[in-house]
């Protein structure tokens, strides 16, 4: 399958053979909406690093509730994560539009 490149130039259309992209026969280019579906799917952050992480503030702030919390619950998980892309979004969202590197 070959596709074609559009180039509006001076009010007329130019179509070019792309031959370097190719795609697998049946696959659709992804919309921005299925592309974000895709990228919520994926897990920003290692669950027995944030358990090992909770356990080791929880004893931090009282080593006697270490003994008596031995679980977390997967509703904690997921607020962990929707908090973190939470705060990757606004920090992107009020960065500066110039530079190269995200900081």
Same mark, same amino acid.
């Given at each position: 399958m070959r596709r074609l490149l559009r180039a509006g130039l001076a009010g007329g259309t130019i179509e070019e053979p792309m031959d370097t992209i190719e795609q697998p026969e049946g696959h659709e280019p992804q919309s921005s909406e299925a592309a974000t579906r895709a990228s919520l799917a994926t897990r920003l952050l290692n669950k027995s690093a944030v358990r090992d992480f909770t356990f080791a503030a929880l004893a931090k702030r009282n080593?006697?509730? +270490?003994?008596?919390?031995t679980r977390i619950s997967s509703g904690f998980y997921v607020e962990m994560e929707a908090r973190l892309r939470n705060?990757? +979004?606004?920090h992107v969202q009020n960065m500066p539009t110039s530079g190269k590197t995200i900081r």
């Open positions: 080593p006697d509730l +270490v003994r008596k919390f705060a990757i +979004v606004s």
